[in-house]
């Protein structure tokens, strides 16, 4: 089990739209472009309070989604906002789920938070039906090429700290491993680039220096605080940020960042790297 408190912040509680304004607007785009032609059941793993798995929901109404997560908090607030997701306690490391049920799994910022990835990896191989689709969002924060990976070096540990990202991936490390579990890569995109990473250092930085608890994400606070100038001041500043980087992991998705958006098939083999071009 994870040392990190996740019953000590609420995760995914807010709305998240494909959209430039929201922080996990490309998230969502690209999940829902892996997802178009699956059909049937699909699971978000590490759902939070579900604001991804609802998302997925509103766009593709079509599908069974269900929601998993290890908070007790998280699971309940879910409950409480949405009655058509379905949603499940449990530990990603031996998933409560019968083998070979879902037709997709989508895993969002969630590898990067957990002791022991590969034996995740190995269970969500296991629920995935034969040719099973797999959407996988995983920063690599020990890649060199990364302001986050350089700062390592010098000891920086604020997202360790703060948010629990105790695992450091670098792309050729969650490759392998994603090979040695038996995934096809059929497509790949980066995010994170300059912009993006020098506006995640500086927060994550800020908080470590100020010791600030923060018991939700930006666009989760403002859903649940009052309106004001405060209030406009950091949703305009927040759909800044949230633009500014969306457009510039599109321009550069073919270039390295710090983030892998990953389009993976269950198979007894993998292909070669990113072959599948996406418009």
Not at 181 to 210: C, E, K, L, M, P
Not at 216 to 235: D, N, P, Q
Request: proline share 4%.
């Amino acid at each position: 089990m994870p040392s990190f408190d996740y019953e000590g912040k609420l995760w995914g509680a807010h709305e998240v739209k494909p959209s430039p304004t929201f922080l996990g607007g490309l998230r969502l785009r690209y999940c829902l472009d892996d997802l178009e032609y699956v059909r049937g059941r699909v699971l978000e793993i590490g759902c939070g309070a579900g604001a991804m798995v609802r998302a997925i929901k509103t766009f593709r109404p079509d599908l069974e989604v269900h929601g998993c997560d290890i908070s007790w908090w998280a699971i309940e607030e879910g409950v409480q906002r949405d009655g058509e997701v379905s949603y499940v306690l449990g530990d990603a490391h031996g998933l409560p789920i019968a083998s070979d049920c879902y037709d997709a799994v989508v895993v969002l910022d969630v590898l990067e938070h957990l002791p022991d990835p590969k034996s995740v990896l190995v269970e969500i191989h296991r629920v995935l039906a034969p040719g099973g689709v797999f959407h996988l969002f995983t920063p690599c924060e020990g890649d060199l090429r990364t302001l986050h990976g350089l700062l390592r070096l010098i000891g920086w540990r604020a997202k360790e700290k703060h948010i629990g990202h105790i695992q450091h991936f670098t792309p050729s490390g969650l490759l392998s491993l994603l090979e040695e579990i038996d995934f096809r890569v059929q497509n790949g995109r980066w995010s994170g680039h300059s912009i993006n990473q020098v506006v995640d250092v500086a927060y994550f930085t800020w908080i470590d220096v100020t010791g600030r608890k923060v018991p939700a994400s930006v666009e989760g606070y403002l859903e649940r605080t009052e309106e004001g100038l405060r209030h406009e001041l950091i949703r305009l500043a927040k759909n800044l940020v949230a633009a500014t980087t969306f457009y510039e992991s599109r321009l550069l998705r073919r270039l390295p960042g710090f983030g892998m958006h990953l389009y993976c098939i269950k198979s007894n083999k993998i292909d070669s790297m990113w072959g599948k071009q996406d418009d």
